[in-house]
């Protein structure tokens, strides 16, 4: 699947499904909305770990995207 700013967050291919549920549930739908974050309020989110985090920023960098650091 061709994978744009405006995809879903469950186009990201190896993120855990309860890190993707935690960013779903605080309404974050699209990539672009994820992007609007950074790394300090992502840690922030109920049920959304280093280890999801880890993986989410992996994700992300394969399509070319950045979370920012703070």
Known sequence: ENVTIDSSIWALPDVPILALNAIW???????KDLL???????????????????????SLSQYGFTIREN
């Open 25 to 31: 549930n605080r309404e974050n739908h699209t990539i």
């Open 36 to 58: 609007k974050h950074n790394q300090r309020d992502l840690l922030r989110f109920p049920c959304l770990g280093k280890v999801g985090l880890k993986k989410l920023f992996s």
